[in-house]
């Protein structure tokens, strides 16, 4: 649960920013933006497929990791000044999406005793509500320092709280 709130309070608020930073830093119109919004989810298939064909043995660390790629291919993004560039990082995004996603309730669901299944998945929407703060936050923050370094500075705390729970909770790392 922790990963969940984590991920959504400094990864999701991600895509209030892409529109602006498509606009202000990368000069595209409507349709570029549009196929640079896509490269996320092309991404997340992408990678979904590729859990799937090779199966999840280490759930906890695809989860992780996923998350922590999202996070780093956001960072990236928030300092490229090359639509090309931006594209491939936000796909790179998508790859690590699709890590967290697919583990996201598989983990709950097995860790889980299953007269307590509903009340963790409860937790989960609890944890995916946070992303309302972070959406609150980094559109406060950009009005301070700018879209780019307000991205930069929630993924890359993102990135550090991320491998902070990986390094603290031992069962992330856990092959079972």
């Not at 991920?7 to 602006?20: D, I, S, T, Y």
Request: proline fraction near 2%; hydrophobic fraction near 55%; glycine fraction near 14%.
């Amino acid at each position: 649960i922790l990963v969940t709130v984590a991920l959504n309070f400094f990864g999701f608020p991600h895509v209030q920013l892409v529109p602006v930073i498509a606009r202000d830093i990368l000069n595209v119109g409507s349709t570029l933006y549009g196929i640079l919004a896509s490269a996320t989810g092309l991404g997340a298939i992408t990678g979904t497929l590729v859990i799937a064909s090779l199966g999840a043995r280490r759930k906890g660390t695809i989860y992780t990791l996923g998350a922590t790629l999202m996070l780093t291919g956001i960072f990236m993004f928030s300092f490229s000044t090359t639509y090309a560039i931006s594209l491939m990082l936000m796909f790179i995004a998508g790859i690590g999406l699709s890590g967290f996603v697919t583990m996201q309730i598989a983990l709950v669901l097995e860790g889980a005793e299953p007269e307590m299944r509903g009340r963790a998945l409860g937790g989960i929407a609890l944890g995916i509500g946070s992303a309302v703060f972070g959406v609150l936050f980094v559109g406060q923050l950009a009005e301070i320092v700018g879209a780019q370094k307000a991205l930069a500075m929630l993924s890359g705390s993102g990135i550090i709280v991320m491998l902070l729970l990986y390094w603290k909770l031992p069962t992330l790392r856990s092959s079972k």
